[in-house]
């Protein structure tokens, strides 16, 4: 089985677990924190397509290790000391990791996820995941669309004049096929993205239909709740006898029903008595049914 420092360079191209969470050794348990948190919400299982879920959950094993050894005093020393990792007993940590994820960290909203994403445009993190986007696909837009938090096509001007800046002050190489980019290539991605964010809004148009429906059958259930208990005020109103009944603690409105039943019944029982009355005043002859 791949150790975790191997598992590292597969899945974030590095063994350098503090390049990795784009972090020095230096900083407190607070910052690590946040790193993992940020880099986690990329590759939680829980928040990626079904088909990336694999690769997701692999990548999350690696992180959730990462964190880890750098909250724990000793494993973060031998790892600082010997570049080593202890990789003991980690089988079958996923379930307790990912429990682990969600009592730490509360869900997350729109409003989070929007306050974030103003905090983080135009910041130095994001400058550091453009260029870290930048040289790892080796100029690729594409995998930094996907790799560069918020990146959509709409800034791709904004990325493409700080990725510039940083070939002009000599940061990072000059790679042709982000400079001398074929527009075939651009065109598809736009297509592709334009396609994706027509898709994420009519599902969410669903959710809000779905919403709204649900708020209407809640509504609808209220009404009819609260008519019910209108109707039985209204019953106890017209037949309650507020001398006997009201003051009876064992009167409620099933001896309503027991009463109007009762009466029904007799009411049924003086109609058969007639109706037989009746047929007694008449005489079968011949076949014929005569009156007396």
Known sequence: MPSTLELCEKYFGTQDIYEILSIEKTVSDKEIKKAYYR?????????????????????????????????????????DEKGIIDDDDDEGKLGTW???????????TKEDID????????????????????????GCIDYMMQCVPFMDIEDEPRIKDIVLQM???????????????????????????????????????KIN???????????????????????????SQKYGNEENESDDP?????????????????????AKKESSAKANDRRVKRGRVTKK
């Open 39 to 79: 880099l986690s919400l990329k590759v939680h299982p829980d928040r990626v397509p079904e088909e990336e879920k694999q690769i997701a959950t692999e990548k999350f094993k690696v992180l959730s290790k990462l964190n880890e050894v750098l909250t724990d005093k000793n494993k973060k020393s031998l790892y």
């Open 98 to 108: 990912l429990e682990l994820w969600r009592k730490i960290f509360k869900p997350i």
């Open 115 to 138: 306050n974030f994403k103003k905090e983080y445009i135009g910041s130095d993190l994001e400058k550091r995941d453009i260029l870290k986007a930048y040289t790892s696909g080796k």
């Open 167 to 205: 070939i002009k002050n000599k940061e990072v190489p000059e790679y042709k096929i982000f400079t001398n980019e074929p527009e075939s290539k651009k065109k598809r991605r736009h297509k592709k993205y334009t396609k994706e964010r027509k898709a994420a809004a009519k599902e969410i148009e």
């Open 209 to 235: 239909k779905k919403e709204s429906l649900e708020q209407q059958i809640m509504k609808k259930q209220q009404e009819r709740s609260s008519a019910f208990s209108s109707l039985i005020d209204r019953l």
């Open 250 to 270: 064992e009167f409620d409105i099933s001896n309503l029903y027991s009463k109007k039943k009762a009466a029904k019944g007799k009411k049924s029982e003086k």
